[in-house]
Every structure is written in C-alpha cells, then in structure tokens.
C-alpha cells in the first residue's frame, strides 16, 4: 500500500523559513511535485521533479524555494524562505510511480504577521 504524507506545516511570520517533509511508502520518490492551494484559488505546482532529477519551479517561488531528498528516508524537503503573506495555502506532495500518482493530505503554511 502506498503512503504519502507532508508534514512540517505551520504558522510563521513574512520573512521566515519553513521546511516541509513529504515521506512515502510502498514507492520511492523519484518523479514527484510540491502543489499549494490557497484559499478560493487553484491547485498550482510549486516545484516539480522529473524522472532525470531536473526542477522546475514556479516564478513565484523561485530563488526563495529549494527541493532536496534524503534517499535513504526516502523523503522529500521543500525549504522554503522569505516567506511571503501570498505562500499561505495548503501544500500537497504528489509523487508518480509506473502505477499512477498519489497525494498527500496536505500540511498547512500560514504566513501571517
């Protein structure tokens, strides 16, 4: 059974760091993406990987996000600086395998002063 779960969420103020965590089981994370979704707005990718290790992330959070991964933990961090009021949303961890993708529940980033 595949698992996928953020965690790492929370409150924090503009200008402030975060790191979230996206850990799986049953599949290792090789293809995988950070999605948010704010309130009343659309799910939106913030960083995606491919199957050749290459990210792509979203203008908005470029040079203020960076996507790293402890393999033998088989998880996924997203390092998240300056943060902005606008970065509040939900963040989800999606990960594909040859079987399909799968979502996270979702952890929560509030930026909030």
């Known amino acids: 059974q595949v698992q996928v779960a953020e965690s790492g969420g929370g409150l924090v103020q503009p200008g402030e760091s975060l790191r979230l965590s996206c850990a799986a089981s049953g599949v290792s994370i090789n293809v995988m993406a950070w999605h948010r979704q704010a309130p009343g707005k659309q799910r939106e990718v913030v960083v995606s990987v491919n199957s050749g290790g290459r990210t792509n992330y979203a203008d908005s959070v470029k040079g203020r996000f960076s996507i790293f991964r402890d393999n033998a933990k088989n998880t996924v961090y997203l390092q998240m600086n300056s943060l902005k009021q606008e970065d509040t949303a939900v963040y989800y961890c999606?990960?594909?395998?040859?079987?399909?993708?799968?979502w996270g529940q979702g952890t929560q980033v509030t930026v909030s002063s």
């Open positions: 999606r990960v594909w395998s040859i079987n399909g993708d799968y």
